[in-house]
């Protein structure tokens, strides 16, 4: 299984990357403890991930294919 990670903003200059691809991520919890041993400068940054274009509020099972952008904090009414 494999997904691709984008990042954006903030988060892409603490990453010095716009992407990177993992591997056998079962879900967005899982994913978000390997970004932050990956890149520590995340462990202090609030961002929020979005999944196939759909903003996520809880832990979210991963399937192969599936795009998982991490965004900054955004205001927007």
Excluded: R, W
Excluded at 31 to 38: D, G
Excluded at 44 to 58: P, R
Aim: hydrophobic share 45%; net charge negative; aromatic share 8%.
């Amino acid at each position: 299984m494999e997904i691709e990670v984008l990042f954006y903003g903030m988060v892409s200059e603490a990453a010095c990357m716009s992407s990177i691809k993992y591997q056998n991520v079962k879900d967005t919890d899982e994913l978000s403890e390997q970004l932050t041993a990956l890149f520590p400068q995340l462990q202090n940054m609030t961002y929020i991930m979005a999944l196939n274009q759909e903003i996520l509020k809880e832990n979210t099972s991963i399937n192969n294919g599936d795009v998982i952008a991490i965004l900054p904090p955004f205001a927007g009414g």
